[in-house]
């Protein structure tokens, strides 16, 4: 029986659509069922009923009595040993009450879930009753009591952590307690804390000597090295904001960042002067200049800028500590302002790692990419020691065992794609680890297992948090009985952040439903630089706060919680962003790029996993101009010149690595792009891959 359930519409207007269709229904009612099968041609599977796989029957009709000489009749209900059907659900009128079961596929359902669906049906009913012009969007399903605990119990994760100090007060006051203590150890350099805090303490001085001031902004764009974090260290000193920028990045997207953000100051390194775009502000070498801003130093004594650098650099808690650029749907990349609660709020007194002066913490991502926030201010606040990982390290096949083992590496974090890598290889680079995070996409549990398996024997963390939630925002300790439903959950909330799992119109579902994942708690970002429109759009007034002025993310994501802890579970997304090697990727800014080449007249690309491998990959659909197609597409428009055309603009995990040539892009009935019947690519096919180089030895 197909019926269309309105939010907007009353019970009563509901229940008036499903009289009516089933009057229709009922005068076609003796058509045969194997004709109906016949007609559709439904596409069989063993595992479920091909038309239809769940079932509601109402008997309402009195009993016949039948009535034998001699013979007193009882009815006996029957008990099905296997279920037809994934849900019957039976109800049978007497006199004034209704009263039924639910038939479930235990192959589908846990007992807890189909008494929780009871539960539900019978609030429903209730609500129902209670209101029959109620509007469909406003009937409830959760008692309070359950409400209460998806709300609040959920998400009691207050607790202390310095949410008052800065983060370079903190590291002061590290430094000043094991002064000679390694601070961190890179290619270039090993530093004590004591001279960690020396250095970045005089580019401070300089720094601030040139205007920087509380959220002033001083883009970075430096290789990962001692000299990055000492200039990370520095600017924060002189009470700006740093500004990470990949230096792999192509120069249009450097250029973008700049234009948009306007930072006064940029510091790099004098090897990258050619590889960066003109910039208008003070441009600082910090290996060529050093010497020289020693001696300003020196010459300028006790002024007010060293003062202001002993004192803090007039930084607060709320003021801005960093501005990191994620992908943007609209085509260009977009700012997200973190400030030093948030930093703190990740690293000090949270419940999922403590890290101390025994870790040595591995730096192996990208300042530009958010987790380098985890490993960097999580080593230097925590008097552990920061060593830096060459990223040579982290993709040869052995490179990261040998590093893990001569640094003695006690914690380390990388995306999903790395770790079933890693894991692929043998996983011996992170057997010895005491802490290993994960994170950043969907997780197939089987890798998983596979090390717990080969006998890993510290804490697995799988990890989960946008940039606006400040790295993250959930974590899931993983064990082996954690690992077999489809995919190991994101989690509970650390420390100080709270979860809702919320419909479309921002009302809380239960447990096992589908909705969208809304952040909350002292991770928040500031919001969006330079976009306040779309800082509005995400970040929307928290309306289960009891204080006045919270306020909470958007993810995107689509999630349930799991009943009994309530952890999170991703299902997926609800807008066209997706994440590749662990970059958070909008596929609209891919598409945008695209269509911008000249030859290009449609593009579609789309996320999946097509190399057996179960890393994701980013195909382009494209759809000549006439013009182009009539001289047989030209290489204007193909593969190889529209990837190097694509590279020219995005940083290399942007850019498909797949291109498949269509005259046309099939279309939904409403005109969009059905994306569900674009072709899978052909890898055999030339012209889609990067030229394939055959292996020269085992490595």
């Known amino acids: ?53 769940v079932m509601f029957v109402l008997q309402n009709t009195p009993p016949e009595v039948l009535e034998l000489s001699g013979l007193t009749l009882k009815s006996v209900n029957s008990i099905s040993e296997a279920a037809k059907f994934d849900l019957v659900l039976t109800l049978v009128e007497d006199g004034e009450e209704l009263g039924g079961t639910l038939e479930y596929n235990t192959d589908l359902f846990e007992a807890s879930t189909a008494r929780r669906m009871l539960e539900h049906f019978g609030n429903l009913v209730q609500s ?10 406003e009937l409830e399903i959760m008692s ?18 310095p949410r008052h100090s800065t983060i370079h007060r ?46 002033t902004l001083v883009a970075l764009c430096m290789e990962r090295s001692a000299r990055l974090v000492v200039s990370i260290l520095g600017v924060l000193k002189a009470g700006g904001a740093y500004l990470p920028l990949d230096p792999s990045y192509p120069l249009e997207r450097l250029s973008l960042m700049l234009e948009d953000s306007q930072p006064p100051v940029l510091l790099t390194q004098e090897g990258l002067s050619e590889r960066l775009p003109a910039h208008w502000g003070q441009t600082i070498f910090v290996d060529a200049d050093w010497e020289g801003m020693r001696s300003l130093d020196e010459a300028a004594g006790e002024d007010e800028a060293a003062r202001a650098v002993s004192s803090g650099g007039g930084a607060s ?97 990388v995306t999903t794609a790395l770790f079933n890598q890693l894991v692929r290889e043998g996983g011996g680079a992170l057997m010895g680890l005491r802490h290993l995070l994960f994170g950043g996409q969907a997780v197939d549990p089987r890798p998983v297992r596979r090390l717990l398996e080969a006998g890993f024997g510290g804490r697995l963390l799988h ?42 119109r921002m009302r809380p579902v239960p447990a096992g439903a589908a909705g969208e994942l809304y952040l909350g708690g002292e991770g928040l970002a500031r919001g969006y630089l ?81 190399g057996g491998d179960g890393d994701r990959r980013l195909v382009a659909y494209v759809v000549a101009d006439t013009g182009a197609r009539a001289h047989g597409a030209g290489p204007g428009v193909s593969a190889s010149a529209l990837r ?7 940083p290399d995990y942007m850019v498909p690595s797949a291109f498949v040539f269509m005259d046309e892009l099939p279309l939904t009935p409403n005109g969009k792009v059905d994306r569900r019947a674009l072709p899978e690519p052909d890898p055999a096919r030339p012209e889609l891959e990067r030229a394939y180089v055959a292996p020269r030895n085992g490595t």
């Open 644 to 650: 190097e055309e694509l590279s020219r603009s995005l």
């Open 144 to 161: 309070d009591a359950e409400r209460r605990t998806v709300l609040e119990g959920w998400n009691r994760t207050r607790a202390d952590f």
């Open 463 to 504: 990890v989960y948090g946008p940039t606006e939630a400040t790295t993250f925002a959930t974590w899931q300790q993983v064990t082996l009985a954690g690992t077999r439903g489809a995919t190991v959950p994101i989690g509970l909330p650390i420390a100080n952040t709270t979860a809702h799992v919320l419909d479309a």
């Open 530 to 610: 330079n976009a306040a429109g779309l800082t509005a759009e995400r970040f929307v007034p928290d309306p289960f706060s009891p204080e006045g002025g919270a306020r909470l993310y958007r993810t995107g994501d689509v999630v349930r919680r799991r009943a009994g802890r309530g952890e999170v579970e991703f299902v997926g997304r609800r807008d066209e962003q997706v994440k590749v090697r662990g970059f958070r990727v909008e596929l609209g800014e891919v598409e945008a790029a695209l269509r911008a080449r000249a030859g290009v007249a449609e593009c579609a690309v789309v996320a999946g996993e097509w």
């Open 170 to 215: 903190l590291f002061s006051r590290r430094a000043a307690l094991s002064p000679d203590a390694p601070a961190l150890s890179f290619h270039d350099a090993s530093l004590t804390y004591a001279q960690l805090d020396s250095r970045s303490s005089l580019l401070a001085r300089h720094l601030r000597r040139l205007g920087v001031r509380p959220d």
């Open 128 to 137: 129902i009753v209670e209101g029959p012009q109620r509007r469909l969007a």
């Open 317 to 413: 808690a709320d003021g801005l500590a960093y501005v990191i650029y994620t992908s943007g749907s609209t085509g260009r990349p977009k700012g997200v302002m973190v400030t030093h609660r948030n930093v703190l709020r990740l690293v000090c007194g949270t419940d999922y790692v403590r890290l101390g002066p025994s870790d040595v913490v591995a730096q192996a991502s990208n300042a530009s990419f958010d987790a380098a926030t985890f490993e960097l201010w999580g080593a230097l606040l925590s008097g552990a020691r920061l060593h830096g990982v060459a990223t040579d390290a982290l993709l040869t096949p052995g490179g990261l065992e040998r590093a893990a083992r001569e640094a003695g590496l006690t914690t380390l974090f």
């Open 1 to 53: 029986l197909r019926s269309e359930v309105k939010a907007e519409e009353s019970f009563r207007g509901l229940l008036a659509q499903v009289r009516e269709v089933c009057l229709g229904a009922y005068a076609h009612q003796d058509v045969p069922f194997e004709k109906l099968v016949e007609e559709l041609q439904p596409e069989r599977d063993l595992s479920r009923s091909p038309l239809y796989q």
